[in-house]
């Protein structure tokens, strides 16, 4: 059974870092692309990064490059986000999601195939 678990999320004051974790279970995670994606209320869900597993290969979204940072430790089947200088418009339920059935890389949701429930990030002074 392929299980997501997001951790790392809670209120932060703009300017400031978190670091979000997704620990990956239920399938070989060195050969599929993970992301994470975030969802504010009201707006559509959207990419924010993603990372190939086996060739190390990342995508990150304009509004979050040079700011967030996706990195994977394969021997713990984790993959983590950190996120600096963090922005009120950066709240969000954040999610993780992984790529299992195909070799798509990239920050399309409807290639990813299992998603964990979210983790709440608030950026707010």
């Known amino acids: 059974q392929v299980q997501l678990v997001e951790s790392g999320g809670g209120l932060v004051q703009p300017g400031g870092s978190l670091r979000l974790s997704c620990v990956v279970s239920?399938?070989?995670?060195?050969?599929?692309?993970v992301g994470w994606f975030r969802q504010a209320p009201g707006k559509e869900r959207e990419g924010v990064a993603c990372?190939?597993?086996?060739?190390?290969?990342?995508y990150y979204a304009d509004s979050v490059k040079g700011r967030f940072t996706i990195s994977r430790d394969n021997a713990k089947d984790t993959v983590y986000l950190q996120m600096n200088s963090l922005k009120p418009e950066d709240s969000a339920v954040y999610y993780c999601?992984?790529?299992?059935?195909?070799?798509?890389?990239?920050?399309?949701?409807?290639?990813?195939?299992?998603w964990g429930q979210g983790t709440q990030v608030t950026v707010s002074s």
């Open positions: 999601a992984a790529v299992v059935y195909n070799d798509y890389v990239g920050l399309s949701e409807t290639h990813y195939d299992y």
């Open positions: 990372i190939s597993i086996l060739e190390d290969t990342t």
């Open positions: 239920g399938f070989n995670f060195d050969y599929y692309a």
